[in-house]
C-alpha cells in the first residue's frame, strides 16, 4: 500500500551553489509526481538577455537599462520528448546557454537587483500557487513560499561542489578550468549571501541537509524518512 500525502504540498529546496539542489529536487518532483521548478533558471535567463542585448559593463549590469526591459522579458519552462526540461527566455531555447561560465559569473550581480527578484518571484509564486511543486533556489523558504509545507537547505563542501560543478561542464562539453569553478562558486556564495534583497539565508523552519559524502540515493533515503515522520507517509 502506498500512502502519500494527500496534499499538494510546496517544497523548497535552497542551498549553496552547486550543492546539488536541482538533481536532488527533481528527484523528489519524480518520486511524488510533482512539478520542479528551477528557479535559478529563471536568474540565468535573465543575465542572458542582458549579455546579449548589451547591457554588461566592466561585469556590471545596467541596472536601469535592465529594469526598463524587464516588460520584454518572458520566461517560460517546456519539457522535452525525453522528460527533461527547458528554459525559454522568449520562446528561444536557451538550456545550454545559460549554464556556460560567463552567464555563471555574471548571475549573481544580476540577482542582486530588486526590480529583477520582484519580478522573478511573482513568476515563482504564480507557478506554484497549485502546490505539488518542488521549487529549488536560494530564497524560496525564505520569502517566495514562506508558508511551504517542508523546507530543506542543502550544502556541502566548497571543494566538493566546485568538483560536481566541473564535472557536470565537461559532461555538457563546457571548457573550463577547475580553479575558475571553485572560485566562482565562493564568489557566488558571497555576493548571494550578502546582498540586500533576499539574501541566501536558511528559513529558522528549514531542515539542514549537509551532502558533502552522500549519493544522490543516500539522499532520497534521507527525505523518505523525513516524509514519513512528518506525514506517516510510506512510499513503497
Ligand atoms: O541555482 P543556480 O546556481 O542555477 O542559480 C544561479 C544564480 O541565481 C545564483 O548564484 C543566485 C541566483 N538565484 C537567486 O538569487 N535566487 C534564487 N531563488 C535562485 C537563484
Do not use: C
Request: proline share 3%.
Amino acid at each position: 500500500m502506498t500512502i502519500t500525502p494527500d496534499q499538494q504540498l510546496i517544497i523548497a529546496v535552497d542551498g549553496h551553489s552547486s550543492s546539488g539542489k536541482s538533481t536532488f529536487a527533481r528527484a523528489i518532483a519524480r518520486e511524488l509526481g510533482y512539478l520542479y521548478i528551477d528557479s535559478g533558471a529563471m536568474y540565468r535567463a535573465v543575465t542572458l538577455f542582458a549579455i546579449e542585448n548589451g547591457m554588461i559593463s566592466n561585469e556590471e549590469p545596467d541596472e536601469g537599462a535592465l529594469i526598463e526591459a524587464l516588460d520584454r522579458i518572458h520566461i517560460r519552462f517546456e519539457k522535452n520528448a525525453d522528460g527533461t526540461q527547458h528554459t525559454l527566455l522568449n520562446g528561444r531555447d536557451v538550456e545550454k546557454e545559460i549554464r556556460d561560465m560567463q552567464v555563471s559569473e555574471l548571475v549573481s550581480p544580476v540577482s542582486r537587483i530588486r526590480e529583477v527578484r520582484r519580478k522573478m518571484v511573482e513568476l515563482q509564486r504564480k507557478l506554484g500557487k497549485k502546490g505539488g511543486i518542488v521549487m529549488d533556489g536560494r530564497d524560496i523558504g525564505t520569502t517566495v513560499f514562506p508558508r511551504a509545507d517542508i523546507k530543506i537547505f542543502l550544502t556541502s563542501e566548497p571543494e566538493t561542489r566546485a568538483k560536481r560543478r566541473y564535472r557536470e561542464l565537461q559532461e555538457k562539453g563546457i571548457k573550463t578550468d577547475y580553479r575558475n569553478v571553485l572560485k566562482n562558486i565562493n564568489e557566488r556564495d558571497r555576493i548571494d549571501q550578502s546582498r540586500e534583497e533576499s539574501p541566501l539565508k536558511m528559513a529558522p523552519d528549514a531542515i539542514l541537509l549537509d551532502n558533502s559524502h552522500m549519493t544522490p540515493e543516500e539522499q532520497m533515503e534521507w527525505f523518505r524518512k523525513l516524509l514519513k515522520k512528518k506525514y506517516h507517509a510510506d512510499r513503497h
